[in-house]
């Protein structure tokens, strides 16, 4: 969101952030000693996410049904 903010506040601005976001904030997941659990998020980007639609006040990533055979 803010690039510029010092990485030691953080954790100020995160908790400062999430009444504002409210059901828009998500919590990211805890790492282990290596970010082996970013691999998870990866492959479901790579099945699922296309596209981030230019329409409306959200935005999000999507699945396009037409890149990869899913049913809607």
């Known amino acids: 969101l803010f690039p510029q903010i ?4 953080l954790v100020e601005a ?3 952030a999430q009444p504002v976001l409210g059901e828009y904030y998500r919590e990211p ?3 282990g ?3 082996l ?3 998870g998020s990866l492959i479901k980007s790579m099945k699922q996410d296309h596209f981030v639609s ?3 006040d959200v935005v999000y ?5 037409k890149l990869n055979g899913q049913r809607t």
């Open 29 to 31: 997941k805890n790492s």
């Open 6 to 9: 010092p990485h030691y506040h």
């Open 61 to 65: 990533y999507e699945a396009d049904p």
């Open 54 to 56: 230019e329409t409306g």
């Open 37 to 39: 659990h970013l691999l």
């Open 33 to 35: 000693p290596l970010p």
């Open 14 to 16: 995160t908790e400062a």
